[in-house]
């Protein structure tokens, strides 16, 4: 079973989600057969590279609220990650485009190390003084390698601006396409969507909705078809 997960590296609720997603598939009996698969979905598209604000003030200008209740939201986000035993940045965070981070997952996707990737990333982002915003293409390099990747091959997809961007445009139109306006959004073998952070236990019950509702393989076969097998092949009889 494929589990597909959109989401953004400057979105606290995917942080969240993750971890909640993970307590329940950690406990899925089915656990080794769920192929889990990061998708690209950006809270702000088009935004420049150099674009970097404070977290408060891209909350207060965004959703109109006073810098106040921008505040109380981050704190009351600390307390939801804590609860899923993570560590959660209430002040000092800053905010930027997260388009570099995509491209490397998806470049990571290619060399196994996705998941390690966007964990890393997360913890970056939400929970480490240092920004991976305003420190240039060498913080992405660092944490890359971190996740297992080779530094040479990521500053050569970081300078190459078309790498892997159409993979990740790509993902955010089939988004669009499932109807997906927000995230997180999981998506489990095409057939359920769950929408947001949502507790562990609705996960196991999605989980496992979709792995009884899986269609079992319906052979065709006229019965006299010659095939190979671990004991040999199939000789023609005259």
Known sequence: MRVEIWSDIACPWCYVGKARFEKALEAFPHRDQVEVVHRSFELDPGRAKDDVQPVLAMLTKK???????????????????????????TRDRDHGSTFDMHRLLHFAKEHGRQDELIQILY???????RSVFTEGDERLVELAVEAGLDAGAVR????????????????????ARLGANGVPFFVLDRAYGVSGAQPAEVFTQALT??????????????????????????????
């Open 63 to 89: 959703y109109g609220m006073s810098e106040a209740q921008a505040r109380s939201g981050e704190e009351n986000l600390g307390a939801q990650a804590a609860a899923e035993g993570l560590d959660y940045r």
């Open 209 to 238: 909705q979709a792995w009884e509702a899986r269609s079992p393989l319906e052979l065709i076969d006229d019965g006299g078809a010659q095939a190979c097998g671990p004991d040999g092949c199939a000789v023609p009889q005259q």
């Open 123 to 129: 913890r970056a982002n939400f929970a480490e003084q």
């Open 156 to 175: 050569e997809v970081l300078a190459d601006p078309a790498a892997y961007a159409d993979e990740v445009r790509a993902d955010e139109r089939e988004a």
